[in-house]
């Protein structure tokens, strides 16, 4: 089903990945009401994943592309969610980003930026949201970047 939303992604010229299943022993998201909590989505493109730590080899600009990247998987798993209809995203809640940092790299906002601009570009006043943006001392399987997130429905 191809939606507002759907049409907006294409006029940016943005894809969205398909649904990346669970790894582990996990659910790629819950719904609680009108609440669906989507599962850490990790950094990856066509290519595969995205890895690297951020200060020591990857810089902001690629980190904030790796980003960027996991908020197309989010949108994908909200997709799924809601039977293919994006249009029944209300708004985004909540994003918590993961930044596989050197212990010196203190610029975590500005990688988990570029998820936060991106749902600001793509679903306007909708893609607001509180978040938070930490650096850890390692991801899975060595991704740069890791975000969950809380999404309202209809």
């Given at each position: 089903m191809s939606g507002t939303i759907e049409a907006r992604l294409a006029e940016l010229g943005l894809t969205l990945p398909p649904a990346p299943a669970p790894a582990a022993n996990y659910v790629p998201f819950v719904q609680v009401g009108d609440m669906l909590h989507?599962?850490?989505?990790?950094?990856?493109?066509?290519?595969?994943?995205?890895?690297?730590?951020?200060?020591?080899?990857?810089?902001?600009?690629?980190?904030?592309?790796a980003a960027e990247r996991c908020a197309l998987a989010l949108l994908a798993q909200v997709k799924a969610a809601c039977?293919?209809?994006?249009?029944?995203?209300?708004?985004?809640?909540?994003?918590?980003?993961?930044?596989?940092?050197?212990?010196?790299?203190?610029?975590?906002?500005?990688?988990?930026n570029g998820a936060s601009d991106l749902l600001g570009t793509v679903l306007g006043d909708a893609g607001t949201h509180a978040r938070s943006a930490v650096g850890v001392a390692t991801l899975p399987l060595g991704v740069a970047v890791e975000i969950d997130g809380l999404f309202q429905i209809r």
């Open positions: 989507v599962s850490g989505q990790i950094s990856s493109d066509e290519t595969g994943l995205i890895l690297g730590r951020l200060g020591a080899g990857m810089d902001v600009a690629a980190g904030t592309k039977g293919g209809d994006l249009d029944r995203l209300v708004r985004v809640v909540k994003l918590n980003g993961f930044v596989n940092s050197d212990p010196a790299f203190t610029d975590q906002p500005k990688v988990i």
